[in-house]
């Protein structure tokens, strides 16, 4: 299993800032995610962050709006740049442990965004 | 992109009533979970379960791969089963990352 912080825990921004959001793992981890809930909705994936690459971002998505860093192993931000108020939501880490099979994900407790 | 269909999409029972849950996928995977998030947004894994049937306490789960649906069944319900479950597939041909459906609202009362 795998042991995942996110910071901050929740935040209030005023439209037109940006907000970087930091998620921890406690062991190394090869398969980043990261995932946007909004109000109410499922969960959707935002991009795949892997060590050493660039980002791989879903259809909708873009990195100018959500640029993603993966400096090592362990650790991974997302920028939530030039917010408006639909991008009030809740931002989830998660990990896939195995690099060489799939098997469980395990999510951060999410990162709540509330947006002016 | 493959479509996840959950039903009901809302349920609510009294504290010892059974449930079972319904996930129906439009393509074929290779990973297939199920989450309950609780009143306070933390996501749990209950089941790595792409085929077969696992158990784990009150809570069972069985994939049926070849005809595209899981079930997850709940017995004698507490309140603290309470929140939203979450079945989220991966597709055979799309790495690691997951698709999620709707969700089931589920309320349990005591």
């Known amino acids: 299993s795998a042991v995942i912080s996110q910071k901050p825990s929740r935040d209030i921004c005023q439209r037109g800032t940006s907000l970087t959001i930091q998620c921890q793992v406690d062991?190394?981890?090869?398969?980043m995610f990261w995932y946007r809930q909004q109000p109410g909705q499922s969960l959707t994936l935002i991009a795949t962050?892997?060590?050493?690459?660039?980002?791989?971002?879903e259809s909708g998505f873009v990195i100018d709006k959500f640029p993603i860093s993966r400096p090592n192993l362990t650790f991974s931000t997302l920028t939530v740049s030039n917010m408006s108020p639909e991008d009030s939501s809740i931002y989830l880490c998660?990990?896939?442990?195995?690099?060489?099979?799939?098997?469980?994900?395990?999510f951060g407790p999410g990162t709540r965004l509330l947006v002016l | 992109g493959i479509q996840v269909e959950q039903s009901p999409p809302d349920l609510i029972l009294q504290e010892g009533a059974n449930s079972t849950l319904r996930c129906n996928f439009s393509?074929?995977?290779?990973?297939l979970q199920w989450f309950h998030q609780n009143p306070w947004g933390q996501l749990i894994n209950l089941f790595y379960?792409?085929?077969g049937t696992k158990q784990n306490g009150r809570l069972s789960a069985t994939t049926v791969a070849t005809e595209r649906y899981s079930l997850l069944y709940i017995s004698s319900s507490q309140t603290t089963d309470s929140g939203v479950y979450f079945c989220?597939?991966?597709?055979?041909?799309?790495?690691?990352?997951?698709?999620f459906g709707k969700g089931t609202s589920l309320l349990v009362t005591p």
């Open positions: 998660s990990v896939s442990p195995s690099a060489v099979s799939q098997e469980t994900q395990y």
């Open positions: 962050a892997n060590q050493g690459s660039e980002a791989t971002y």
């Open positions: 989220a597939v991966g597709p055979s041909n799309s790495g690691y990352a997951l698709n």
């Open positions: 393509d074929s995977v290779n990973n």
């Open positions: 379960i792409p085929s």
């Open positions: 062991s190394q981890v090869t398969m």
